[in-house]
């Protein structure tokens, strides 16, 4: 017997995510041959990773021999707007840079992978019940995946029916916009498929994000130029050159939201429910102020302790001290 996707979505919807689909591992995912297109184009910028293993991302079961299903869950992490917080620090010897709202509170990564370990746990517990399962249980896995380079996530959202890609490239849920986390499981178990067909896109004649993006990233419907991102040169490259005048003066100092800011999909969003991505609103601006005195963090090398702790489980820790003031300095540098 397959699990059943009731059984599914009742356990990703007490683990606070506010859809779920599953599909068979076999699903033929859609827009490959654009990814491919896009590799060649040579629009990954900087990130060579995205080179790696392209047949394992375009099937899962490659990446995961004897794989059978795939559930793929949305998670809804708006924390609100920047403007509503912290106006007493817009002033000009504070100057503060944004921080991308998926980075106000704790690191997805990690929340996320805990709330999948609950999950994968009950689906092999399930699995095991005696008289309950095909069979497959013996030796059963699930494994889950967050932002894993190996899984080739917004398609399967996008195969899933639960929403569409938007120009931007982002998945947009129907109810949720763009705010969302993507992260799933895929098991060896029979999971039983929620119904789905994809959703083509409804952006119409809508051309927001492109129009607005401040590097002109999105350099077509559907494809972002990694190389010119703003996310790109001070998430995964801040220390790097190459992106300064891209980045210079555009006043992000955490990745970007523009693109997402302007969507007239997210009317629909909605604050979410999970503290861990909206109780720390104060790091929605930051001042080199900010890192330095107030957190009694040390010039030069010496890494101390409070910038540890500060950093500690955030996704800021990713681009480091040295380099979220990099690039605090840059998103306040003058352009002319
Ligand atoms: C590499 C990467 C980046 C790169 C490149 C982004 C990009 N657009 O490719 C950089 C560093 C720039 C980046 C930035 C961001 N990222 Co990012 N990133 C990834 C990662 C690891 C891989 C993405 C990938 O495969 N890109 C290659 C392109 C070709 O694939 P794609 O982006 O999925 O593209 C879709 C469309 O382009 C479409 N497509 C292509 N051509 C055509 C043509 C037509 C006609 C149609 C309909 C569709 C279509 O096909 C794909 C899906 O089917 C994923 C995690 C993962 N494993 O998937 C997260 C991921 C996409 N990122 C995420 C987020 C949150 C962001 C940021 C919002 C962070 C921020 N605030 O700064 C920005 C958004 C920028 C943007 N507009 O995309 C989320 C997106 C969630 C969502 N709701 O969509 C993901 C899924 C991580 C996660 N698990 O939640 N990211
Ligand atoms: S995140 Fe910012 S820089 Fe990147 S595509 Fe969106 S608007 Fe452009
Ligand atoms: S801003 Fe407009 S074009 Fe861009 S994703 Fe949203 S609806 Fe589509």
Redesign the pocket.
């Known amino acids: 017997m397959k699990i059943k996707f009731r059984a599914l979505q009742s356990w990703f919807a007490e683990q606070g995510f506010v859809d779920v689909a599953v599909m068979p591992a076999e699903t033929e995912?859609?827009?490959q041959a654009?990814?491919r297109?896009?590799?060649r184009e040579g629009?990954?910028?900087p990130?060579d990773y995205?080179e790696n293993d392209i047949a394992g991302?375009l099937d899962i079961t490659k990446q995961y021999p004897g794989a059978r299903s795939v559930a793929i869950g949305?998670?809804n992490y708006f924390p609100g707007h920047h403007d509503a917080y912290r106006d007493d620090l817009k002033t000009p010897t504070q100057a503060c840079a944004k921080v991308?709202?998926?980075?106000w509170g704790k690191d997805?990564h990690s929340v996320l992978r805990k709330k999948l370990e609950k999950i994968r746990k009950k689906i092999l517990r399930e699995a095991e019940s005696p008289g309950e399962n095909d069979g497959v249980s013996n030796g059963g896995w699930v494994s889950s995946?967050?932002?894993?380079?190996?899984?080739?996530?917004?398609?399967w959202?996008?195969?899933s029916g639960m929403g569409?890609?938007g120009k931007?490239?982002?998945?947009?849920?129907r109810n949720y916009g763009?705010?969302?986390?993507?992260?799933g499981l895929v098991t060896n178990i029979e999971l039983e498929s929620s119904f789905f067909e994809p959703m083509?896109?409804f952006c119409g004649s809508c051309t927001a994000?492109i129009d607005a993006c401040p590097t002109q990233?999105?350099v077509a419907?559907?494809?972002?130029d990694?190389g010119r991102?703003?996310?790109?040169w001070?998430?995964?490259k801040p220390l790097e050159h190459e992106g300064d005048a891209l980045v210079k003066g555009k006043g992000w100092a955490?990745?970007?939201?523009v693109?997402?800011e302007v969507c007239p999909w997210n009317r629909f969003e909605q604050k979410s429910l999970e503290k861990r991505f909206t109780d720390a609103p104060s790091i929605a601006y930051l001042s080199p102020f900010e890192l330095g005195d107030m957190k009694g963090i040390a010039d030069g090398d010496k890494r101390t302790k409070d910038e540890r702790a500060w950093m500690q489980g955030r996704p800021l820790k990713r681009p480091g001290r040295d380099g979220v003031r990099r690039n605090i300095e840059r998103a306040k540098a003058k352009t002319s």
């Open positions: 995912l859609p827009n654009e990814f297109e896009w590799l629009r990954h910028g990130l995205m991302r949305v998670f991308s709202r998926y980075a997805y995946f967050s932002d894993a380079q190996w899984v080739f996530e917004r398609a959202a996008q195969a569409f890609i931007s490239s982002m998945f947009i849920h763009t705010w969302t986390f993507l992260a083509t896109d994000c990233a999105i419907p559907f494809q972002v990694a991102c703003i996310s790109t001070t998430v995964e955490h990745g970007c939201d693109c997402q």
